[in-house]
């Protein structure tokens, strides 16, 4: 499938190459069951067509089904059925998917066909579905801390013997520098388009032009190649400044000290722990601060792995969560990025260019600003797993409904990821350049946060108000007086019927 475009892949262990078919297909039902953005599409396309021939360079026998095969019958299950007639195979050997509804796919197979299908598990992660069971089995409440250092634990990254590496395990509180006046990195490599990507761009352009996104300037890497020399090419420039600026956000800069790697990971051109391992060797060799390589080991072996455990273990109806019963249709602007907000503007138009923001900005501009105004957390869901290059459910789906929109009640995370005005501010320079005022909260040109904000608070005090960690913003809101508080929900209120859509949650 798409993302398991690794040399490792389980379901080719053990296997003879002279006896095997691998079976790929580009197919349209996986294309547009959302509507993906056509990056993502071009982006995944061309990197299986490179990777067959990989295969095919390697000795392998590989069935390659384009989109544009007159006999494609557009589905995963409908192809393999194809095969089956063709090839007559004695079992089909499949590496398990990265979410539920293509789970249950591979398993219908097994009665379907009239053959023996071996689903294997999916070895490119830390932790095995087992081994984070057994962590969270008995655990009262699930945090990535505590995940995270077991998993420092079983590699051995960042370890003096059995204590973290400085004497912390994390050292957060150094990643929040707001941006720097001056000084920007390089921007990630572009690597030019070549015959294979080149038809896939045209193909792209023609079946799916009714998606969100621009192909114009497409420079992904597309083989293993490739995302190797954008993987050194961080480690060399951005990784060193990675700790220190991973929450900043400044205008025209959608990239900053981030890797841009993360398409190339959950497709598989790229091995984890092998980059981890670059990351610590980096460290070890004086070439980066510890706050830096921390920072980014942790959302790898910690992150990472920690919302995939969520993921497969609160089963398929994860995604329908809404702890918060929000209900407001996402506005339209989130697919034209017209707005007159500086910073959504930014953030969505960084993502319609690009297929790709970093995470403050997914988390705090355009997350926050769906959370505030009481945004259906599903139709939320639908938007990040739509937009950007590095999204397959088993990630996007927690990052969204749990850390970001706090649909499954905390869970994931110990607190929503609110915030006014002042937090964008502090961490970025968009306000200077925008229309509206970050330091007011009433009036015409009032920053649309500031007053959300507090409104999103009251008018979810039933289910926000005994979280320790709200107590202080709670305290903030009762010292504001009658007339002030009235006001600003007033301020909140107007600003909502603006947006049209179905009610907010109450
Ligand atoms: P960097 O900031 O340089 O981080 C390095 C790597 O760490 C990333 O490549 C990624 O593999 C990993 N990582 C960092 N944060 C996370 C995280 N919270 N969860 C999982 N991995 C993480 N990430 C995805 O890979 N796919 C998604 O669909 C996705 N959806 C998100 C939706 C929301 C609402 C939010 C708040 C975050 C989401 N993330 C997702 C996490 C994160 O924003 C991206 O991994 C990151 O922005 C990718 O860019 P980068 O490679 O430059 O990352
Ligand atoms: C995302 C995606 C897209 C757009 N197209 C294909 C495709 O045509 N063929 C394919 O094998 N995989 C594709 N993918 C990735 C799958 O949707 C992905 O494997 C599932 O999300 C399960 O992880
Ligand atoms: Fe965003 Fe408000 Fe700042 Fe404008 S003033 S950029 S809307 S936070």
Redesign the pocket.
């Known amino acids: 499938?798409?993302?398991?475009l690794s040399d490792n892949l389980s379901s080719l262990d053990g296997i003879d190459k002279g006896e095997a078919r691998i079976l790929?297909?580009?197919?349209g039902d996986?294309?547009t069951y959302v509507r993906?953005h056509v990056r993502?599409?071009a982006f995944?396309?061309s990197a299986?067509r490179h990777h067959a021939e990989r295969l095919r360079a390697a000795g392998w026998k590989v069935d390659y089904v384009t989109l544009d095969d007159p006999d494609n019958e557009g589905s995963f299950s409908a192809e393999v059925a194809r095969a089956v007639e063709r090839l007559r195979p004695e079992r089909i050997v499949v590496t398990e998917?990265?979410?539920w509804r293509?789970r249950a796919m591979l398993e219908s197979w097994q009665d379907r066909f009239d053959c023996a299908v071996e689903i294997r598990p999916d070895t490119r992660f830390v932790a095995s579905h087992a081994e984070f069971e057994a962590w969270a089995a008995d655990r009262k409440s699930l945090r990535m801390e505590f995940f995270y250092r077991e998993m420092r634990r079983k590699t051995g990254l960042l370890m003096d013997g059995a204590k973290p590496e400085g004497g912390q395990w994390n050292y957060d509180a150094e990643n929040r520098k707001p941006p720097p006046a001056a000084a920007r990195p390089p921007a990630p490599l572009a690597f030019e388009p070549d015959k294979i990507t080149q038809d896939v761009l045209s193909l792209v352009k023609a079946r799916f032009d009714n998606h969100v996104g621009r192909l114009e300037d497409f420079g992904f890497a597309v083989t293993r190649e490739d995302a190797l020399k954008q993987q050194a090419h961080f480690l060399k420039h951005h990784l060193p400044r990675f700790g220190d600026y991973q929450d900043a956000m400044v205008t025209g800069e959608p990239y900053l000290w981030h890797a841009v790697l993360s398409p190339y990971l959950n497709a598989g051109l790229l091995d984890p722990l092998d980059l981890c391992r670059a990351v610590g060797k980096a460290y070890r060799a004086g070439r980066v601060p510890l706050n830096a390589a921390e920072g980014f080991i942790r959302q790898i072996i910690g992150w990472r792995e920690f919302v995939r455990g969520i993921y497969w273990r609160e089963g398929p109806d994860y995604t329908t969560r809404n702890f918060l019963n929000a209900k407001r249709d996402l506005p339209d602007f989130y697919w034209t990025g017209e707005t007159d907000m500086h910073c959504m503007a930014e953030a969505i138009g960084g993502t319609i260019d690009h297929a790709y923001a970093h995470h403050i900005q997914r988390l705090m501009v355009t997350g926050n600003y769906a959370l505030l105004i009481g945004a259906d957390p599903e139709q939320v869901q639908r938007w990040y797993l739509e937009v950007y290059a590095d999204a397959?459910?088993w990630v996007e789906a927690p990052n969204t409904l749990g850390m970001s929109q706090f649909g499954d009640g905390g869970l994931l995370a110990s607190k929503p990821y609110a915030s006014s005005g002042a937090y964008i501010n502090r961490m970025s320079d968009y306000c200077g350049h925008c229309r509206y005022d970050v330091k007011k909260r009433e009036g015409a040109d009032a920053c649309p946060f500031n007053a959300l904000y507090w409104d999103f608070l009251a008018r979810n005090r039933a289910k926000l108000g005994n979280n320790q960690r709200l107590a202080m913003p709670y305290r903030n809101w009762d010292r504001m007086d009658e007339a002030t508080q009235k006001a600003v929900r007033k301020q909140a209120a107007t600003y909502l019927r603006t947006l049209g859509g179905s009610d907010a949650s109450t």
């Open positions: 499938m798409g993302d398991q790929m297909m580009e197919v996986e294309a993906h993502k599409i995944l396309f299986m998917a990265g979410e293509v397959y459910e």
